[in-house]
């Protein structure tokens, strides 16, 4: 099992910048593709960032290209996603997740996730 807790949210003006944590328990993260989603009110959770297992891969949903960028840090277990210049269309709360195996971009594939922190960016 993994557990994951994410943490870093919280109310920003727009044009700021938010950094999002992901710690893992329970088991290693370093065999464990990580994707960050969001889900707005009324709305699907959809993909925003994930970085392979092996950390040399990364992608970004089109929305956020340029002003996120997803990190892992294998000795303290925990994936992070600096957000900058944000709009407040990102207002959500963010889930990160975690699947076994290579690059995933729908909910389905992944098996743990976290309980979300909200991100509220004001305008």
């Known amino acids: 099992q993994v557990q994951l807790a994410e943490s870093g949210g919280g109310v920003v003006q727009a044009g700021g910048s938010l950094r999002l944590s992901c710690a893992a328990s329970?088991?290693?993260?370093?065999?464990?593709?990580m994707g960050w989603f969001r889900q707005a009110p009324g709305k699907e959770r959809e993909f925003v960032a994930i970085?392979?297992?092996?950390?040399?891969?990364?992608e970004y949903a089109y929305s956020v290209k340029g002003r996120c960028a997803i990190s892992r840090d294998y000795s303290k277990h925990t994936v992070s996603l600096q957000m900058s210049s944000l709009k407040p269309e990102d207002t959500a709360v963010y889930y990160c997740?975690?699947?076994?195996?290579?690059?995933?971009?729908?909910?389905?594939?992944?098996?743990?996730w976290g309980q979300g922190t909200q991100v509220t960016v004001s305008s």
């Open positions: 329970g088991r290693t993260l370093s065999s464990y593709t």
């Open positions: 970085i392979h297992w092996n950390g040399r891969v990364t």
């Open positions: 997740a975690a699947r076994a195996g290579g690059l995933a971009y729908v909910v389905q594939e992944y098996r743990y």
